[in-house]
């Protein structure tokens, strides 16, 4: 599996970004994390790739959407609504084999991982 994030930018707070990250092989799950600096990576959301069923942050519930077209093999987080604490490197990861729920935002659970894309958001 190997993955290619695109997509980052500086942005004022309010606006918006679309990340992409293109993927190749098979997966059950993908998502993105973001590392901010000073502070540890953090699970920002995922989707499965089949089914579709999504999954996010609390910190970015109603202002993330994650998503995918199958067709093209991409994955994308549409963030609306930017906050300069959104500042980070994110990454776009893959989960091969599914695993439970429980280990949804931890980055362990993923097998592979792709380079970051900075997204900085200015005040």
């Known amino acids: 599996v190997q993955l290619q994030a695109s997509g980052g930018g500086l942005v004022q707070a309010g606006g918006s970004l679309r990340l992409s990250c293109a993927v190749s092989g098979r997966m059950y799950r993908i998502g993105w994390f973001r590392q901010a600096p000073g502070k540890e990576r953090e699970f920002v959301a995922a989707?499965?790739?089949?089914?579709?069923?999504?999954y996010y942050a609390d910190s970015v519930k109603g202002r993330f959407s994650i998503s995918k077209d199958n067709a093209k093999n991409t994955m994308y987080l549409q963030m609306n609504s930017l906050k300069p604490e959104d500042t980070a490197v994110y990454y776009c990861?893959?989960?091969?084999?599914?695993?439970?729920?429980?280990?949804?935002?931890?980055?362990?659970?993923?097998?592979?991982w792709g380079q970051g894309t900075q997204v900085t958001v200015s005040s």
């Open positions: 989707i499965n790739w089949s089914g579709g069923s999504a």
């Open positions: 990861a893959a989960d091969r084999l599914g695993r439970d729920l429980s280990r949804l935002r931890l980055g362990s659970t993923y097998d592979y």
